[in-house]
């Protein structure tokens, strides 16, 4: 089962530039069956009840954005794990882009 996050009326920034998603050795991780390469983006998602900090994984080209720009997030899914006595929330999207047009205040 799959667990979709719905980003609408919540304002997203982008709170840095695209990284590529390494894994224990350095290397820039890929996507399993299609050799994708991995990107992580830090995001700050904020609604009526406050703000958080979150990293994005996308696959493919590398998010084309920057630091403070708001931006939208296709197919946000949250993916629950457990390692070693560590738990935790990772985030994924199918992508991740820039908003189009003038920034709604809000």
Do not use: C, H
């Amino acid at each position: 089962m799959k667990l979709y996050v719905d980003t609408k009326g919540k304002q997203v920034q982008a709170t840095r530039e695209s990284e590529p998603k390494n894994d224990q050795n350095g290397n820039q991780r890929s996507e399993k069956g299609t050799g994708r390469l991995m990107w992580s983006t830090q995001v700050f998602v904020l609604d009526e009840t406050g703000g958080e900090v979150i990293a994005v994984t996308t696959a493919g080209e590398k998010p084309n954005v920057t630091a403070g720009q708001l931006v939208t997030i296709e197919q946000l899914e949250a993916i629950p794990w457990a390692t070693n006595g560590r738990n935790g929330v990772a985030f994924r999207a199918v992508s991740l882009k820039p908003v189009s047009g003038p920034a709604s205040s809000k």
